[in-house]
C-alpha cells in the first residue's frame, strides 16, 4: 500500500487517511512497517522507526524503514537519552526542528553522535493508548524540512493509527505462533538483554546498572553497543572486576 509521494493538493489527506485504513483493515503482521512507509512517501520524511519501551531501560525495536532509522534508535538505546525517550516519558509529541541548535545540555552524547549525518530534523511521536504510552514513532530528515499544518496532522494520525498496529501484531502473537519476522528484528535485542544479564550476575549488581557499565565501556571504546554486547555474550569480555 503506497501513497504518491509528497501528495499535496486537497485530496492528499483523503487518500493518506484511506492508505492507513486499508493496512488496519488487512491486519498483517508487517503492518506496523508499512504504516512508516506509506507516512514517509508522503510526507517531507526520510525515514521513520517504531519503538515499543516501557522506560530507557526497556526498549524493544518493531521496525524501520533504513538504515538510518535503525542507527537511530538503537544509539537512544545506547546513550539512554533522545528525542523518543523524552515523548514516551510525556507522553507529548517531541519535535527537533535542528539538531544543530540543541546546545551542549539537551542529550549532549545523542546529539553528537548523530552529528547531523544520520538526521538534522527529528520528530518523536508517543503511541498513546488509554494506559501509559506503547511506545513512539519516529520520524526523521537529513535536510531542513519545513513542516506544513497539514504535515503535523498527518504524523499524528500516523502514530496514531501506528499504535492500533502495533497492538494487532501482539495480539496476535502466541507461544506456539510468533511473528518470525519480528522475532528476527528483535534478536540483537536478545543478545544485548542476554549480556545485561550475565553483567548483572558478574557485577552483582542490579540489570539498571549493568546497562550502565555496558553503555561507560561501549562508550569509552568507541565501539557500537551491539558488538560489546555480543563479546559479553560470547564469554569474551567478562565484566567482574569492572569499576575495581
Known amino acids: 500500500m503506497t501513497v504518491q509521494s509528497r501528495s499535496s493538493g486537497a485530496d492528499a489527506p483523503l487518500l493518506l487517511a484511506e492508505a492507513f485504513a486499508a493496512i488496519v483493515a488487512a491486519g498483517e503482521p508487517d503492518a506496523p512497517l508499512q504504516v512508516c512507509q506509506v507516512a514517509v512517501d508522503a510526507l517531507p520524511f526520510d525515514g521513520a522507526s517504531i519503538t515499543t519501551m516501557t522506560d530507557s531501560h526497556h526498549q524493544e525495536p518493531v521496525c524501520a524503514t533504513n538504515e538510518a532509522a535503525r542507527r537511530i534508535t538503537e544509539l537512544q538505546f545506547e546513550l539512554g537519552e533522545g528525542p523518543d525517550l523524552d515523548a514516551h516519558k510525556s507522553g507529548r509529541p517531541v519535535h527537533v526542528l535542528d539538531l544543530a541548535e540543541l546546545g551542549e545540555h539537551h542529550w549532549p552524547l545523542f546529539g553528537h553522535a548523530v552529528g547531523g549525518e544520520l538526521a538534522r530534523t527529528l520528530h518523536a511521536l508517543p503511541l498513546n493508548t488509554d494506559g501509559p504510552s506503547l511506545g513512539t514513532l519516529c520520524f526523521h ?19 496514531d493509527i501506528a499504535t492500533w498496529a502495533v497492538l494487532g501484531v501482539i495480539a496476535q502473537e502466541t507461544p506456539q505462533q510468533e511473528n518470525d519476522s519480528l522475532q528476527d528484528r528483535l534478536q540483537l535485542w536478545a543478545i544485548l538483554h542476554q549480556a545485561i544479564g550475565l553483567i548483572s550476575a558478574q557485577m552483582q549488581v542490579k540489570t539498571e546498572t549493568a546497562l550502565t557499565c555496558l553503555r561507560a565501556h561501549a562508550f569509552a571504546c568507541d565501539r557500537p553497543l551491539s558488538d560489546v554486547a555480543r563479546d559479553v555474550a560470547m564469554g569474551t569480555l567478562r565484566f567482574n572486576d569492572y569499576g575495581r
Open 141 to 159: 530528515s537529513t535536510t531542513l524540512e519545513h513542516l506544513a499544518v497539514q504535515d503535523v496532522a498527518n504524523a499524528r494520525r500516523a502514530a
